[in-house]
């Protein structure tokens, strides 16, 4: 492998599905031939969290490379309204959508809000969700302890790992905190558990603009 190839493809970790862009998408169109059309997105799109059943079934949208259009459109989508425009293409070409589309929307939108704070690697280990990179100030460090006392912040590898919480989904789809038993959290209640954490911890050192 050339020098080049060695820097374009640097961050290739299947497991945390972590690419640099050109590497990804050249390795997907070569995943699409392989695997099909869910596998390449999954590949070619970045952070993904696993414990979500976010897909475009095929019932739903025939044909491997109108389904691949359909990924691309969400890898590319960087701002809500970019998601809403394909999620109001999809419901004029193909009609109501299923809940495996509705989450892959979801996971579009979660995407936006890693682009806004700057997290390259969203990954599922053991019963903790890891963010990186994730650069606290001190001010920030103890709010995350007030606020989530079971986040551990690990400062030399700028990561943050968050205890994945256990709830009860709500038929409206949100979801109550389970003091006793409950099922860990998964899908779009997953999904908006961590937007609220990263926009909570993150949110005001966005704000405050970078340190003098």
Request: with cysteine; proline share 7%.
């Amino acid at each position: 492998m050339t020098k080049g190839a060695q820097r374009q493809g640097r961050r290739f970790a299947c497991g945390s599905i972590c690419f640099r862009i050109g590497f990804a998408l050249i390795f997907a169109l070569l995943v699409l031939s392989l695997h099909g059309a869910e596998k390449a997105y999954a590949i070619e799109n970045y952070p993904f969290i696993p414990p979500v059943n976010a897909n475009l079934p095929q019932d739903y949208l025939p044909g491997e490379r109108l389904r691949l259009e359909a990924y691309r459109s969400l890898a590319a989508a960087t701002s809500n309204q970019a998601v809403d425009a394909v999620r109001l293409e999809l419901l004029d070409r193909f009609g109501p959508m299923p809940i495996e589309v509705d989450n892959l929307l979801a996971v579009a939108r979660f995407k936006v809000i890693c682009r806004k704070y700057g997290i390259t690697e969203v990954s599922l280990q053991g019963q903790s969700v890891r963010f990186s990179p994730v650069l606290l100030p001190e001010s920030a460090q103890i709010r995350l302890q007030r606020s989530y006392d079971k986040t551990v912040y690990k400062a030399a590898v700028s990561t943050m790992a968050a205890s994945r919480p256990k709830g009860v989904v709500k038929p409206d789809g949100s979801w109550a905190e389970a003091k006793f038993g409950g099922e860990p959290l998964r899908d779009q209640p997953l999904l908006n558990w961590c937007a609220q954490l990263l926009d909570a911890i993150l949110g005001p050192v966005l704000a405050a603009g970078p340190a003098n």
